[in-house]
């Protein structure tokens, strides 16, 4: 029977650790042949307030070894607000505090649904573990400072995600809220037992670090290639869609990567906000006039040099070549395998522990054929 389970169930069933290791291993399957995803694709119409849009996005992958298929679903109400210079892309379904996302989960062996579960929890552990496999594979062995430019859920996920992988010692937080970096500094201090100092700048946040960290939903960026250090990894994955987040001359970067298991070469970029995918709009181009010129994303703004770290990881490509190289990393939470491989393990252990609701079986299977 399939198994119903909530965001607290995969609290208990799933830790970061667990994550990272299973996304390194979905990574490598897909470096290996053994894994393929659907990019994602979203459809956009006006909704029933004036400057506010219905955005629902679907994407999905699954895995030979694993045996399990995994799809996303996400219905939200899109809108976007500006204070001064800064732009955000904010999203709720029903109203603003609440969201409607979805993993469905499937066998490979016998086309059976095996879950149902929320995607809250499991995709800020998949981004950032995704991240942290990039981190591993692409830092300095010996990096242990984070500049973190953002001071949300994402900007926690990454820190406790990058310190499976790496020694951190020291994080440096800004977001323009003081009251919010304040309390990220104080929360984040007290879980990962070491310094985390909230600073008045982002120049100041990523001065001397050796991973710099893009948390924002800001949709200008957040990041200016003069302030790279020899030997700095930015990670970009805020709400500029990656390249977006940095301006500035980025050839100064020694390497532009993307944790991505879309084929960069045939993905279409449309807009919405979204770097990779596939977008369709319902309506006229008046109906979409709310949308800020600056929130539309073109391909032209991603590198054509652009290299995957599925492909470091399979030996293809090199990665860090000298210690000194300043690397970009771009589109952590863009890889749908990765979904499958964390729904995988919520389910496997909600199996072996008995949580989870059962639900009847008749209610997804039919005896009537397409």
């Given at each position: 029977m399939p198994l119903l389970l909530s965001n607290d169930d995969a609290a208990q069933l799933l830790t970061l650790?667990?994550?990272?290791?299973?996304?390194?291993?979905?990574?490598?399957?897909?470096?290996?042949?053994?894994?393929?995803?659907?990019?994602?694709?979203?459809?956009?119409?006006?909704?029933?307030?004036q400057g506010q849009y219905f955005q629902f996005g679907i994407m999905s992958g699954g895995s030979k070894n694993q045996h399990l298929?995994?799809?996303?679903?996400?219905?939200?109400?899109?809108?976007?607000?500006?204070?001064?210079?800064?732009?955000?892309r904010k999203k709720y379904a029903i109203e603003p505090g609440t969201y409607c996302g979805l993993l469905?989960?499937?066998?490979?062996?016998?086309?059976?649904?095996?879950a149902i579960m929320p995607d809250g929890l499991i995709q800020h552990m998949r981004v950032a573990g995704?991240?942290?496999?990039?981190?591993?594979t692409l830092a300095n062995p010996d990096a242990a400072t984070i500049g973190m430019l953002g001071s949300g859920g994402m900007a926690r996920s990454f820190a406790q995600a990058i310190s499976v992988v790496r020694d951190i010692k020291r994080i440096n937080v800004f977001s323009p809220t003081?009251?919010?970096?304040?309390?990220?500094?104080?929360?984040?201090?007290?879980?990962?037992?070491?310094?985390?100092?909230?600073?008045?700048?982002?120049?100041?946040?990523?001065n001397h670090?050796?991973?710099?960290?893009?948390?924002?939903?800001?949709?200008?960026?957040v990041f200016s290639t003069d302030w790279i250090e020899p030997g700095m990894l930015v990670c970009s994955v805020g709400g500029g869609g990656g390249a977006g987040d940095v301006s500035g001359d980025k050839s100064k970067f020694a390497g532009d990567f993307a944790i991505s298991t879309d084929d960069l070469t045939s993905v279409e970029d449309r807009g919405g906000g979204y770097m990779i995918g596939y977008s369709y709009y319902a309506g006229s181009e008046d109906d979409f006039a709310g949308i800020p010129p600056e929130?539309?994303?073109?391909?032209?703004?991603?590198?054509?040099?652009?290299?995957?770290v599925l492909d470091v990881i399979a030996g293809r490509i090199p990665g860090r070549v000298n210690r000194e190289d300043a690397l970009h990393l771009f589109g952590g939470g863009y890889t749908s395998v990765g979904f499958a491989a964390l729904a995988g393990v919520v389910y496997r252990n909600a199996k072996e522990r008995?949580?989870?609701?059962?639900?009847?079986?008749?209610?997804?299977?039919?005896?009537?054929?397409?």
């Open positions: 650790k667990e994550s990272v290791d299973a996304l390194r291993e979905a990574v490598a399957e897909w470096a290996a042949g053994d894994a393929a995803a659907i990019p994602r694709h979203n459809f956009f119409v006006p909704a029933a307030e298929y995994c799809l996303r679903i996400m219905d939200d109400i899109l809108h976007y607000e500006r204070q001064g210079d800064l732009l955000t469905l989960l499937f066998s490979t062996d016998n086309a059976e649904p095996l995704e991240t942290a496999v990039g981190v591993d003081k009251e919010h970096r304040d309390e990220y500094a104080k929360e984040m201090s007290e879980e990962l037992g070491i310094e985390v100092v909230a600073v008045a700048g982002p120049e100041r946040a990523v670090a050796d991973i710099v960290c893009i948390c924002t939903d800001s949709l200008k960026p929130a539309w994303r073109r391909r032209d703004q991603r590198s054509t040099a652009t290299r995957r008995g949580l989870g609701q059962n639900l009847p079986l008749d209610w997804f299977v039919q005896k009537i054929r397409d």
